[in-house]
């Protein structure tokens, strides 16, 4: 891989652990004012010296982050839906690369939506990306989107969109845990972190999630809701920190999050 792109990357998979934690922030694209992003700026700077990047819009970037931060961004540069539109899978790319290096971004994401009716557009939207990005050394993230079909969420369906992604040239890959996610790890080339999805009914089950990812080959998560909907962010955050890079077990992820982290 060329010097720039490693280099990129290595801001985001921490070289130390080859592990991430990224904290998504990116909802609103879609989703318009989701529960407790609503006021972004507030929700995202307690949390950010915990996280090891952050995956957001431009726009949510320059207005509620500050400029001097450290923390390397994985700019969303897909959308042009809603989730109250016709078809969520109805993307095309909002952002240019010339802009997203304006941002001194760290890597650029877009999603897939392999098995929908905008399957080709979204694949061939990866491919030009990928395209531009290589021109400045930039890392792509394919999101493996699931839409509104959450029950897409099984090893078969997710090893496929997967795999597309990293053949079509992806540096990483996200997509959802599920039972037997080391088959959807193994056949992947490239490194694959995973989304939280929807908040779950414990801080349990969270880690148990994130702890199983990793064991099974995922080298760290990209998590929002289960993190920033939780009454206590920062212990959050810092449990799954925990779970992440120093391979602490689930229950043990609980007592540091019980303790304040
Ligand atoms: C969804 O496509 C968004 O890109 C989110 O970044 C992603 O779902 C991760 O956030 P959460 O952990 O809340 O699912």
Redesign the pocket.
Known sequence: MEWGRQNRLSRIIKPETGRTVML?V??GYFLGPTYKLENARETIQPLLPYADAL?LTRGILRTSVDPSTSVPVVL?VSGGSSIIGADLSNEGITTSIEEAVRMNVSAVAL?IFVGSEYEHQTLMNLAYLIDDAQEFGIPVLA?T?VGKELEKRDARFLSLACRIAAEIGASFVKTYFCEEFEKVAQSCPAPLVI???PKLETELDAFKMAYDAVQKGAVGV?????IWQNPKPIPMIKAVRAVVHEGAKPEEALDIYKSGG
Not at 222 to 226: C, E, I, K, L, V
Request: glycine share 18%.
């Open positions: 998504a990116d909802h995956m969303r999603s999101v989107a989304a939280g999805g990209d998590m929002g809701r289960n």
